[in-house]
């Protein structure tokens, strides 16, 4: 057992012998004045405290102390009533802080008691009592806060879970504190109990047993009786105190003493006015002039003393400010921190900062919460830490996406406003301002909050800003994932994998295939909008297939196979025959044959004009798609679904390329059209 240990169990364990087993005066005197120390140790250590968290185990000092301050009244009551001689610290505190009078020894006690009972039990109670409420009620908040740092990046994991903790100890804390209380103020109507009963008891002693007559038994018993009293309660009344302080403490910062000093003496003014009351009350009232003169004008020159100290304190202040602009300026530039480069950035100008700043209401910040959620639901990718901040060289309303440090996309709101969008069958017109919506480039109206009803009363698509940025900033990120997907992301994946199936991952890594092979597949998969969220039916198929080629495209295409039923369920609706377009076997044969290998992968090697004649083709049957309201798909066989893919991926960024491998046998389809040159 340690010896803190060893010691807190002692102390405890005293409490109860005293309370069986009767004790010598001398040692009484000894845990009186052991007693009296810890009053002021907890009174102190209260004081200064830098905040209330320091003394997290008050409430537990304030149930042992209260236990052991019973003990030693138990047995000052026991040396009273059967001798008469408690001791020394009893019998001075009697005599002499009593004045060794009777009526005085009472008055004093009786004043001790209602100046801790009435005034600061009753105070403390109180505040611990709202601070507990008030604690609990803004732990909802204080954690939303702590989500939003962390998924904006101004926190780290660690620090996050360290300000969650903290959080979660104050409110133990001040909920046991308003229990706490509770043991001071019925130690404090334990003791004035216990003061009445011994001089009840003391004076039925003193006649019954020692032959005194009621005068002197009341004299002699009453005095011993307020001592023991005394020196009961004022280690009592130095931890009730103690309480008052910890439950009111408002300073994080700085020592008690100086927040104190600094926030009584700390305006020259007040000091200034300060004395000149106190010197007029000395000049035109009968009261002491010298008394009162002088302490004005040691307020007055205090005052003058603390004025010239604020302004040398400022005049020293901008020095250094000086000096430490001026050495910034002769050190060379630190360039390490101009090299960290954020994934996602979101830019706004200072008009759009209340959607982002929660004490105003704004959800900005919850709804990345939300994006970064639905993109790891949809595609099974982690979207990196996005960071919002504001830029006051944009326009006030004007907000910019950036991908790498590199702007992508932009777009304008108008905070008041909504964005009413026709979905294409309303032929009712709404007056508003002309735009269009950010994401899809479709026309819009800016309409006003009072439009927005019947707006929506007509069919149109209303949104609000934020909705706006939210869903800009998804199309964004659903866009680059693949190119925002790192190898550290990979390495976390595979680990997550490897929990539950670490054979498949121990036969696939690194023995197979490397880290930066296996992103580079999973990057093909996100770039086309595959998910690659089941992540096991991805490792096996790799898995049986690196073996016999490590082309990370032709895995690929492999890959996709085997995830056909995920494909089919995203691009082909079930119960519903879908419109595709399919592609001329010739043009399949001329692609193929274009196709050149090299030790860096294949590439297409197509004359331009044929190129361009495809691409034509494309154009027209896409076209019949769009004006059917479908999307535009593309049917090939499974060689040539890549190449092709690369082919039209710089003409058409939506355009949908599968291969008749990647199509469950269940799904229902119709060609519109034939791609030919």
């Known amino acids: 057992?340690?010896?803190?240990?060893?010691?807190?169990?002692?102390?405890?364990?005293?409490?109860?012998?005293?309370?069986?087993?009767?004790?010598?005066?001398?040692?009484?005197?000894?845990?009186?004045?052991?007693?009296?120390?810890?009053?002021?140790?907890?009174?102190?250590?209260?004081?200064?405290?830098?905040?209330?968290l320091d003394m997290s185990y008050f409430p537990t000092i304030l149930l042992f102390t209260t236990i052991f301050r019973i003990g030693l009244n138990v047995s000052s009551t026991k040396l009273i009533l059967t001798t008469g001689e408690p001791g020394n610290v009893v019998t001075v505190f009697g005599e002499f802080v009593g004045g060794g009078d009777l009526v005085i020894g009472v008055i004093v006690f009786i004043i001790l008691i209602m100046i801790q009972f009435?005034?600061?039990?009753?105070?403390?109670?109180?505040?611990?009592?709202?601070?507990?409420?008030?604690?609990?009620?803004?732990?909802?908040?204080?954690?939303?806060?702590?989500?939003?740092?962390?998924?904006?990046?101004?926190?780290?994991?660690?620090?996050?879970?360290?300000?969650?903790?903290?959080?979660?100890?104050?409110?133990?804390?001040?909920?046991?504190?308003?229990?706490?209380?509770?043991?001071?103020?019925?130690?404090?109507?334990?003791?004035?109990?216990?003061?009445?009963?011994?001089?009840?008891?003391?004076?039925?002693?003193?006649?019954?047993?020692?032959?005194?007559?009621?005068?002197?038994?009341?004299?002699?018993?009453?005095?011993?009786?307020?001592?023991?009293?005394l020196v009961s309660q004022i280690p009592s009344l130095l931890i009730s105190l103690s309480t008052g302080i910890l439950v009111t403490k408002g300073s994080k910062d700085?020592?008690?003493?100086?927040?104190?000093?600094?926030?009584?003496?700390?305006?020259?003014?007040?000091?200034?006015?300060?004395?000149?009351?106190?010197?007029?009350?000395?000049?035109?009232?009968?009261?002491?002039?010298?008394?009162?003169?002088?302490?004005?004008?040691?307020?007055?020159?205090?005052?003058?003393?603390?004025?010239?100290?604020?302004?040398?304190?400022?005049?020293?202040?901008?020095?250094?400010?000086?000096?430490?602009?001026?050495?910034?300026?002769?050190?060379?530039?630190?360039?390490?921190?101009?090299?960290?480069?954020d994934p996602i950035e979101l830019e706004f100008g200072y008009g759009i900062i209340p959607l982002a700043d929660v004490n105003q209401g704004g959800d900005l910040l919850d709804r990345v919460v939300m994006i970064r959620r639905q993109i790891a639901l949809e595609l099974g990718a982690v979207v990196p830490i996005i960071r919002l901040r504001d830029n006051i060289q944009l326009n006030p309303n004007q907000y910019i996406i950036k991908i790498k440090g590199i702007q992508i996309s932009e777009g304008e709101i108008l905070f008041d406003h909504y964005m009413a969008m026709n979905p294409g069958y309303v032929e009712e017109e709404i007056t508003?301002?002309?735009?269009?919506?950010?994401?899809?480039?479709?026309?819009?109206?800016?309409?006003?909050?009072?439009?927005?009803?019947?707006?929506?009363?007509?069919g149109y698509t209303v949104v609000d800003p934020p909705s706006i940025i939210a869903t800009h900033l998804t199309e964004i990120i659903r866009q680059h994932i693949s190119e925002l997907l790192t190898r550290q992301d990979v390495s976390h994946l595979v680990d997550n994998l490897k929990e539950t199936n670490p054979s498949l991952v121990e036969e696939l890594v690194p023995k197979m295939l490397g880290i930066g092979e296996i992103q580079k597949v999973l990057q093909n998969l996100l770039k086309e909008g595959v998910s690659i969220r089941d992540l096991l039916s991805i490792f096996e198929t790799l898995a049986d297939y690196a073996a016999t080629t490590r082309d990370t495209d032709i895995l690929t295409e492999y890959v996709r196979q085997g995830l056909k039923r995920a494909i089919s369920a995203r691009f082909f609706p079930a119960n519903e025959t879908t419109s595709i377009v399919t592609l001329d076997p010739k043009i399949e044969q001329e692609v193929m044959a274009a196709v050149k290998q090299t030790e860096q992968g294949a590439y297409l090697n197509l004359d331009p004009e044929r190129t361009k004649a495809i691409m034509n083709s494309v154009q027209v049957e896409v076209s019949k798609l769009e004006s059917l309201g479908k999307a535009p798909i593309i049917l090939t066989s499974p060689i040539v679904r890549?190449?092709?893919?690369?082919?039209?991926?710089?003409?058409?960024?939506?355009?949908?390329?599968?291969?008749?491998?990647?199509?469950?046998?269940?799904?229902?389809?119709?060609?519109?059209?034939?791609?030919?040159?």
């Open 1 to 52: 057992m340690k010896k803190t240990d060893l010691g807190v169990a002692l102390y405890v364990l005293a409490a109860f012998v005293m309370f069986i087993v009767p004790i010598p005066s001398l040692l009484l005197d000894i845990l009186l004045a052991f007693n009296i120390a810890t009053g002021f140790i907890i009174l102190f250590n209260c004081m200064f405290a830098k905040e209330a």
């Open 118 to 229: 009435m005034v600061i039990n009753k105070g403390s109670e109180r505040v611990a009592e709202v601070t507990a409420r008030f604690t609990l009620d803004a732990m909802p908040g204080k954690q939303m806060a702590i989500d939003a740092d962390l998924n904006t990046g101004a926190i780290t994991d660690q620090e996050a879970k360290i300000r969650r903790d903290k959080i979660q100890q104050e409110a133990s804390f001040f909920g046991s504190m308003d229990g706490a209380v509770k043991y001071v103020k019925g130690d404090a109507i334990a003791g004035l109990l216990i003061t009445f009963v011994n001089i009840i008891g003391g004076i039925v002693m003193g006649m019954v047993r020692q032959g005194m007559d009621i005068s002197d038994a009341l004299d002699k018993y009453t005095i011993l009786t307020i001592g023991d009293g």
């Open 254 to 341: 700085a020592d008690f003493g100086t927040v104190l000093l600094g926030q009584l003496f700390g305006v020259p003014k007040v000091l200034y006015m300060t004395g000149a009351a106190i010197a007029m009350l000395g000049i035109v009232t009968p009261l002491n002039t010298i008394i009162f003169v002088t302490m004005g004008m040691v307020f007055v020159i205090t005052g003058r003393m603390i004025e010239g100290t604020i302004e040398t304190a400022k005049i020293e202040q901008e020095i250094d400010v000086d000096e430490v602009a001026a050495d910034e300026i002769r050190q060379p530039e630190n360039v390490t921190s101009l090299l960290q480069v």
């Open 432 to 458: 508003g301002i002309p735009t269009f919506e950010p994401s899809f480039h479709l026309p819009a109206i800016w309409i006003t909050e009072n439009q927005r009803e019947r707006a929506e009363s007509m």
């Open 642 to 677: 890549m190449y092709f893919k690369r082919l039209t991926e710089d003409y058409f960024k939506d355009l949908i390329v599968v291969s008749y491998n990647e199509i469950e046998s269940n799904i229902e389809l119709q060609s519109v059209g034939m791609v030919t040159a």
